[in-house]
């Protein structure tokens, strides 16, 4: 697996040069709490976003809260500008399930109807259970379903695989 | 107080009914808080929902008229996607005939998930809670002058969302404290969550007996019980609640409890004015105050609807995940 700060700048070259070649207008970058959140402050510096860096917190949006109940939510959701008509970056850690994204978009058209939505995943993991996929990836890897990729953060972020606690 | 958490939490600790303050731990009052806050920020959205409670059926039961209560509950179960039944047991089959466990019954029967109970009788949430089906959430919307939970902790994000802290603060209930749930709530929890002072200010008639066991300091003159303060709690004088001459006239009991521009400057300069209302204008609270810029009535008003959504929410969930 490439280390954290290859994996960002990559994502930020491809990043750019998407922006670019569709002419994506001012974007606004939101990361999922709280990994992602990590991972787009980086990219949203390193792209030089004009528009501020928005985060979600999707614990109100889960699909499980009727299974595993409410989890503590400390840091709420903040989107620095209105999402209508917006062209949107949406970012996470790891891209697993899918379940995550699918609550992040709910959550976002609860704002408003955005243009586009673009998302960008440091990594894509094997086992994906609906049909959702990132635009941008930094590496995919295949794991078995007892093993989890974990970011470690904010500074330095770190990515590591480790086996689930049963 | 072991009884009353043995009902109010599950095996592993959560909340899955909230009949009274006393006796929860800190960590629930502060994660209440902390669900608030965060439930502050869908007000903000343009769909002002969250899908947490989705297909889930809140019942209101209303044996005692309300209306900021009931609104604000009906509003904080919509924004959490709740379906919402309101019951005005006053025009319904309890004033038929029918007995409150039949009444009970027939709201299990249509699959309710949660009662959120207001009555004039003090108790009548815990006799509920302890009737209904191991599914069912019961939730104290107030109880004859015994609790009225959800107030008190409305109020508390209200100081914290001002304070940020509970530990320095002095803060003063002034009022009908005999007649008034919302006191012995705030009481409770003022005191769990570890501010530096509680003291109540009411006339010798207005206060229960052996009070101060509660944690507090009383003072029957407003003007000395007002120096240092940070909060003020004003109480509604509760007419409907006397059944004696418990004080002279509404006059006098103005001029010695009524807080007035006057006397609020002997509070801290940063003092806000809160009060639970309906406020009796001219009663216990001068109008220019409750208008002033000290006054955080109408915030309560928002902040119940967040404070109501985080009990809610955590009761379900706890029911959801713990073991009953």
Redesign the interface.
């Known amino acids: 697996m490439k280390d954290v700060d290859t994996l960002v700048s990559e994502l930020v070259q491809v990043t750019r040069k998407k922006i670019q070649d569709e002419s994506i207008e001012d974007p606004m970058m939101i990361g999922i709490h709280t990994g992602g959140a990590w991972v787009a402050e980086r990219l949203h510096e390193g792209l030089a976003l004009k528009t501020p860096l928005g985060a979600l917190?999707i614990?109100?949006?889960r699909d499980d809260?009727?299974?595993?109940?409410?989890h503590?939510?400390?840091?709420?959701?903040?989107l620095p500008a209105s999402v209508?008509d917006r062209n949107i970056i949406l970012v996470d850690d790891v891209l697993y399930t899918g379940r995550t994204i699918r609550a992040a978009l709910?959550?976002i058209?609860?704002?408003?109807r955005p243009r586009r939505v673009i998302l960008v995943c440091l990594v894509e993991r094997s086992g994906r259970e609906l049909p959702i996929q990132a635009d941008i990836v930094g590496e995919y890897i295949e794991l078995a379903t007892n093993q989890q990729v974990k970011l470690a953060g904010p500074q330095p972020l770190n990515l590591s695989i480790v086996d689930a606690a049963t | 107080m072991g009884y009353k958490n043995s009902i109010q939490l599950t095996k592993d600790k959560?909340l899955r009914h909230f009949l009274t303050i006393e006796g929860l731990p800190r960590a629930i009052l502060v994660?209440i808080l902390?669900?608030a806050?965060?439930?502050?920020?869908?007000g903000e959205?343009?769909?002002k929902?969250?899908?947490?409670l989705r297909g889930k059926v809140i019942v209101n039961l209303f044996f005692e008229n309300s209306t900021r209560t009931r609104t604000t509950f009906e509003l904080a179960a919509k924004r959490l996607s709740a379906d919402v039944l309101n019951l005005n047991i006053a025009t319904s089959a309890t004033s038929k005939g029918e007995s409150l466990l039949d009444t009970l019954q027939n709201l299990e029967a249509m699959h309710a998930d949660m009662f959120v109970v207001r009555h004039a009788l003090s108790g009548a949430s815990f006799f509920i809670a302890n009737h209904v089906a191991p599914h069912i959430s019961v939730i104290n919307a107030g109880d004859g002058c015994y609790a009225h939970p959800t107030q008190a902790m409305l109020d508390m994000l209200t100081i914290r969302k001002h304070f940020g802290a509970f530990a320095d603060l002095n803060v003063a209930i002034v009022g009908d404290i005999l007649h008034s749930r919302v006191a012995r709530s705030e009481i409770h929890a003022l005191t769990t969550l570890g501010v530096n002072e509680v003291r109540v200010i009411a006339p010798k008639t207005l206060l229960p007996s052996a009070i101060e066991s509660m944690g507090v300091h009383v003072y029957n003159d407003m003007n000395k019980g007002l120096e240092g303060v940070d909060v003020i709690i004003m109480l509604r004088l509760q007419k409907e609640r006397m059944d004696g001459a418990f004080v002279p006239s509404e006059e006098e009991y103005f001029n010695c409890y009524g807080l007035t521009e006057e006397k609020l400057r002997l509070a801290n300069s940063h003092a806000i004015v809160m009060h639970p209302g309906p406020i009796n204008r001219g009663v216990e609270i001068e109008s220019s105050v409750a208008d002033g810029k000290q006054s955080v009535i109408l915030e309560q008003v928002s902040n119940g609807i967040a404070a109501r959504m985080a009990i809610m929410?955590?009761c379900m969930?706890?029911i959801?995940?713990?073991e009953v």
Do not use: C, W
Not at chain 1, 65 to 70: A, D, E, N
Not at chain 1, 72 to 78: E, N
Not at chain 2, 49 to 52: F, T
């Open positions: 917190n614990s109100f949006y809260f009727t299974r595993i109940g409410m503590p939510q400390v840091t709420p959701s903040h209508e709910n959550e058209f609860d704002y408003g | 959560k994660e902390d669900n806050e965060s439930f502050l920020t869908v959205q343009q769909v929902k969250v899908p947490l929410s955590m969930s706890g959801a995940a713990g």
